[in-house]
């Protein structure tokens, strides 16, 4: 191509490009999709799925026949303002008026559910169960997502997400004790097991912060291995990549063998409670799992570190062991926290699948829900799971941000 | 006294350091030059053990360092090292306590000793105490790595390129004021330097370096005037050879002292490059010279370019 046809080029590019920062600045595509996509669910599909009892399985019931007209009016209104928000010229004004929308509509869209489950056990007594339909995830997946992506252009610093975050879970609760939400499937599978369900959270934690106890010195130990011994990364990467291909149930059970042995030939150890099944097996397994990415965020984190900056270190006369804890490992911190955080996020889902052996947890429930086909009961189970992994991973995030503030970024 | 004795690094197939012997009096300043690789750098490190040696011995006031423990070596140690290596983490006062909290100086003395180094080197403390290192700039940072390395006051100090990045007119400043703290505290300093004006100025003993092996070391003056190799010559002179000759000769060498001129004298310690410097200034071709007993005396141009005996 000669210079001079590259010159006539150049002008038309470059409207193309300025039509297309213009698309850009009047609509939020993503957002346009999101509003399309709820539209469409409202319009097609159930808001709540009603069935005589808990077994049965519901039909689904769209929003405008499932409660009353003013509360179907309010979701509606707020998902039309969603799509004005879409479609205004980008900028902080758009981001806040997402935020504050989809905020509304996720609160406004739950509350609606909720009384939507009233009304049925109003109607058709308390053996009649309302479950949450596809229009309702749609919508409240839909808006929770717009609500992160706007308050993430509003307000990146972590501690600011987590104290909107906060805020919007606390508004969720608060409608949630009010009982507003109480004829819900989902709340009602709550109340059946409200006896054991805090003792069901703690043991999940527990499980979680056991397989950490273990994994976070070993892991952390393989880290500086690698780092220090160049030959063995290989092996021991190679290794424990192996460990996390292991299918979570296989390494279940094949830990029942070993460990049933070991306590049947040394039976005290049955009176600590450990054994084949149960939460022995379950914190093993889960400590295998965690050693990967900790090894290998220590050993990322540590090697990150300036080499300059230690050889200064070294050279000002402090020990190794200073070196590692009052330089390497300070410096590595923005790392390290990031691999805590994918760790404590992973075994928090994990942790589901040790109930299987025995070991308890929120898996009970999905377990139990699965036995007796009672879908609720297996959301009650999956939703806090989710939950609890999102409160940890904001809760490390913000660790994270408040350890590293003044930092160079 | 320093003493490397046929110090010898090998890093693979490279020879850093090859068969180096230097032997560095008490309370003077030597100068490691050379090409870039030539091996300056680990020389330095082979003194504070920051690596080890593949043969040879390294003595510190007669002691064999290889029987010391390296902490506490280092520690006794002030190290410039020469990409500037400040910890980032830390405020610049924390970084300048380093060895000081190693050793455990009170917190006072500490204080004390962060504000004293930061003025040393031209850094206001109340401006600059608190910033961390990223806040400053090149130029900066690398006089806070010169405060780090003189906190603890050692007898020794390693300076790799320490005034590398800084400006002609702040470098002339530290380097008076590291010529001053040398002549108050008697330090003995080896600086590794690009620059060979920075070494004539400052060191009374110069090493040149080439591949790892010692080619010439002697006082500034020995290695202009009588250069062992074309490498010398061409490392240390070079076209300003003559020029840097004069700024290593003092007045007095050539100074007529029965013969007197009047006018505003010139100290007889000063060197010629002053004194040719004044002639030029005031289109004169005669200086007054006065020296320190108080004898008169008089520097002719002639004089100045005459009588010196160059070459080997
Ligand atoms: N850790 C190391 N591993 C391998 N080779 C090294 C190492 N350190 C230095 N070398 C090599 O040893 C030789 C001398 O290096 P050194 O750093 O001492 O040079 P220098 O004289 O300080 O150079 P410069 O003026 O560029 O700083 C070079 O060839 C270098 O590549
Ligand atoms: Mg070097």
Same mark, same amino acid.
């Given at each position: ?38 539209? /469409? ?37 707020? /998902? ?49 169960? *309302? ?7 749609? /919508? ?10 706007? *308050? ?92 996390? *291909? ?29 054994? #084949? ?49 009052? /330089? ?40 139990? #829900?699965? #036995? ?38 | ?27 003077? @300043? ?6 870039? +690789?030539? +091996? ?19 003595? @510190? ?16 140690? +002030? ?42 080197? +031209? ?76 070494? @004539? ?112």
């Amino acid at each position: 191509m000669t210079l001079a046809s590259d010159a006539a080029l150049a002008p038309a590019v470059e409207a193309s490009l300025a039509r297309r920062k213009d698309a850009e600045a009047r609509a939020n595509p993503l957002l346009v999709l999101i509003v399309t996509g709820m539209v /469409v669910a409202l319009g097609s599909l159930g808001f709540v799925a009603v069935a005589p009892n808990r077994i049965l399985s519901g039909k689904a019931v769209p929003l405008w026949s499932a409660v009353e007209p003013g509360s179907a009016l309010l979701v509606g209104a707020l /998902v039309v303002a969603l799509g004005v928000a879409a479609l205004v010229r980008s900028g902080p004004w758009r981001d806040r008026m997402t935020a504050i929308v989809a905020a509304a509509l996720l609160i406004a869209c739950v509350a609606a559910a909720g009384h939507a489950g009233s009304l049925v056990a109003a109607d058709s007594g308390p053996i009649a169960r *309302t479950s949450l339909g596809a229009a309702f995830w749609i /919508v409240a997946a839909g808006s929770a997502f717009a609500l992160a992506d706007a *308050t993430g252009r509003l307000a990146p610093h972590p501690l600011a997400q987590a104290a909107i975050a906060a805020a919007v879970v606390s508004l969720l609760a608060a409608l949630a004790f009010s009982g507003a939400l109480s004829d819900l499937s989902l709340a009602r599978e709550f109340a059946n097991r409200q006896s054991v369900y805090g003792a069901e959270v703690v043991r999940h934690m527990a499980l979680v912060g056991g397989a950490l106890a273990g994994a976070l010195p070993i892991g952390g130990v393989l880290g500086v291995v690698a780092l220090r011994r160049p030959g063995w990364r290989k092996p021991l990467f190679g290794t424990l990549n192996l460990v996390q *291909t292991i299918p979570s149930i296989a390494i279940f059970g094949l830990l029942i063998g070993p460990l049933s042995a070991l306590a049947g030939a040394a039976p005290f150890l049955r009176t600590l409670g450990i054994g #084949g099944i149960g939460a022995a097996p379950a914190v093993i397994a889960l400590t295998l799992y965690g050693l990967l990415p900790i090894a290998r965020g220590t050993f990322t984190g540590l090697a990150s570190v300036p080499e300059p900056v230690i050889d200064a270190a070294r050279g000002m006369g402090l020990d190794e062991r200073q070196i590692l804890w009052k /330089v390497s490992i300070p410096l590595a911190l923005p790392i390290l926290v990031a691999a805590l955080r994918v760790v404590v996020v992973q075994l928090t889902g994990l942790t589901v699948v040790a109930a299987l052996i025995g070991a308890g947890g929120l898996g009970s429930f999905i377990f139990q #829900g699965l #036995g007796q086909t009672a879908t609720d009961l297996i959301l009650l189970g999956a939703l806090s799971a989710i939950v609890l992994a999102l409160i940890a991973d904001l809760a490390l995030r913000s660790l994270g941000a408040v350890l590293t503030s003044g930092r160079p970024s | 006294m320093i003493v490397l004795d046929r110090l010898t690094k090998h890093f693979g197939a490279t020879t850093a350091v090859d068969q180096l012997s230097l032997t560095v009096p008490t309370g003077s @300043i030597c100068a490691l030059v050379g090409p870039s +690789g030539c +091996g300056k750098s680990t020389t330095l490190r082979l003194i504070n053990r920051l690596i080890e040696p593949d043969g040879g011995r390294v003595l @510190i006031d007669g002691t064999d360092t290889a029987g010391l423990a390296p902490v506490t070596l280092r520690r006794r140690i +002030g190290y410039v090292i020469q990409s500037i290596g400040l910890f980032p983490h830390w405020s610049i006062a924390r970084n300048i306590s380093t060895v000081p909290e190693l050793l455990g100086w009170p917190e006072a003395r500490i204080e004390a000793r962060v504000d004293e180094l930061l003025d040393l080197v +031209g850094l206001d403390p109340a401006q600059y105490r608190e910033r961390r290192p990223h806040e400053l700039s090149g130029g900066q940072q690398q006089r806070v790595g010169v405060a780090r390395a003189l906190a603890a006051d050692p007898d020794l100090l390693l300076m790799d390129e320490p005034f590398g990045a800084l400006d002609p007119v702040t470098r002339d400043g530290l380097q008076a004021a590291l010529i001053d703290i040398q002549a108050r505290t008697g330090k003995t300093v080896v600086i590794v330097t690009h620059d060979i004006d920075e070494a @004539i100025r400052l060191a009374s003993l110069i090493a040149v370096l080439d591949k790892g092996r010692l080619i010439q070391q002697g006082a500034p003056r020995d290695l202009l005037s009588r250069p062992v190799t074309p490498f010398v010559e061409a490392f240390v002179g070079g076209p300003h050879r003559g020029l840097r000759l004069l700024q290593v000769t003092p007045v007095g060498e050539r100074t007529d002292y029965g013969n007197v001129t009047s006018g505003e004298p010139i100290a007889a310690e000063a060197t010629l490059d002053v004194a040719l410097e004044r002639m030029v200034a005031g289109s004169i071709d005669r200086l007054p010279v006065r020296d320190r007993a108080g004898r008169q005396g008089t520097l002719s141009l002639a004089d100045v370019v005459a009588r010196e005996v160059t070459g080997p």
